[in-house]
C-alpha cells in the first residue's frame, strides 16, 4: 500500500468524501491517550491526525512501544470521528513501531509534551523540529523562499551563484572569516616576517563572502536581471537577536534602474512574498499568531505589539511603505519627543549613522509603516554607491521594518568610471583589486541599482519570532557552532 502524507487527508476541506477511504501513513507519536487514541504528526502541516485502535486487539508488545517520541507506520480506514477535535480519524487495522523511543530519555528531550523555553530549544536544535512551533516556522521559511524564486522567476530575473569563496570584501567593513589551508601552527613566512599567502590554496589571502553583490553586477550587466539566493557570512562580534555569523541573503540587481526603481522593485517583492504566505501558510501563520497573543499576555501593556502578527501581515501587503529621505529622517528625529527629553541613547546630528533607536523611531512611533529611506550621507556608506548631484549624499536605500529595524539594504550603483575610481581612493580600495569590477564601467555603462535582503530578517518578521536563532535551523553565533 502507498503511503500517504498527513496533510493530503487532512487539507480535503469535505471529510465526508474520505470516510471509508483506507490509508498508510507514517509518523511520529505526539501522544498516546486512554490506550486508544495515537496522535500522529509527519511534519507535512501542524495538525495531528488521530488514529483509534482497539487495544484488545493488537499485540501487547508492539503496544507497549508506542510512546512520544517513537516512530509508527498505520494502516485503517478514515471514518468519522466522534470526538469534537477532530472530524475524522483512522480505524486502525494495523500498526508497526518503526523506531522505539525509550520514555525515561524522552523525560530528559524537548520531546516531552510540555512547554519549552526558546532557549532550552536552542540546546536542542536537532529535536525542536518535532514540535508546533519549529515545524511551523521552518515551513515557513521553506515557503518564502520558494517565495522568493517564484517572485524573481515571474519577472524575468536570472537566479545566479556567485562565490562563496572570494578575494574581495564588498563592503569594506572588515568582518571577514579567512579561508585558508596554511599550518596555523607553523605557517610559511615571507622576508618580511609575514605570513605568506603565495603559499596558500588560492595563492592569495580569500575569505568567506560578505555579499554576492559586486559578481551579480557583472552579471546584470549582460543578462539584465538577476538574483542571488546563497548563504553570507559576517565575523561581526555583535551578540544581538538580529545578527548571524551565518544568514541567507538575495540580492537582486537590475541594469537600466534607477533608486526609484529599486524602491519599487523591494515593496513589490516584499508585499508579494508576505501575500504568499497569508494566502498559502495560513494554518501555521495562525498557529503563530495566536502563539504570540498568549506570550504577549505575560509582558506589560506598553511592550506588547499593537497590531497581531496577521494584522502586521496584512498592514504590509494592503499600505504603501513610506519613502522619505535621510535628511528628513533626521530633521523628524531632531523634533521628536525622545530626543528632546534627551531619551535617545545615540546623538541625532546630520551625518551620523541611524541606530536602532532612531530607526525604530521612525517606524513604530512616527509612521507606523515599513519604511525606505534614501539618500545617506557618502561617508557612512559603500564605495559603490551613486554619488548624488548635491555631492553630499548617495543613492542608498534601507528598508526598515516594524520589530525588525533594517530589513533590506541597497543602492543606485556609481557607473560613471572617473567617480567610481576617485572613491576608491577615498575609500582606499587598490584599483588593481577591482579591475574586473572597474572594467564593465568602461564598456556599454549603464545605470544599475539592486539590493540584500536579509532571509532571517523577513523570516522574523513573517512568524513574529523575536530572536534570529529561531528562525535558522542552526544558527552561528560568537562562540556558537553546535551541530
Ligand atoms: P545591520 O546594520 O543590521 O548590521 P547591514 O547594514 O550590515 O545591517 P547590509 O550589509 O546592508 O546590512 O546587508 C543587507 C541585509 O542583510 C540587511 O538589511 C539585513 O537584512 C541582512 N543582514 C546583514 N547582516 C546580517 C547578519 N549579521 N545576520 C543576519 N542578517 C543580516
Ligand atoms: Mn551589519
Redesign the pocket.
Known sequence: MKRTIISDILKEHDPKKLEGEKVLIKGWVRAFRSNRFIQINDGSCLATIQAVIEYEKFDEEVLKNITTGSAVSIEGEIVASIGSKQSIEIQTSNIKVIGTANPEDVQKTILQPKKHSLELLREQAHLRFRTNLFGAVFRIRHSISYAIHKYFNDHGFYYINTPIITGSDA?GAGEIFRVSTLDPINPKLNDDGDVDYNEDFFGKNVNLTV?GQLEAELAALGLGKVYTFGPTF?A?NSNTS???AE?W?IEPEIAFADIHDNMDLTESCLKFICKYILENCFEDVQFLNDREIQEEKQKPQNQRNEMSLIDRLKFVTENPFKRITYTEAIQILLNSKPHKKKKFKFPVEWGIDLQSEHERYLVEKEFKSPVILIDYPSEIKAFYMRQNDDNKTVAAMDVLFPGI?????GSQREERLDILKQKCAEFNIPEEELWWYLDTRKFGSVPHAGF???L??LVMFITGMTN?RDVIPFPRTPKNAEF
Open positions: 563592503e555579499s559576517r561581526e538580529r545578527h548571524l544568514f541573503m529595524g533594517e530589513i533590506v539594504g540584500g535582503l536579509g532571517e530578517r534570529i
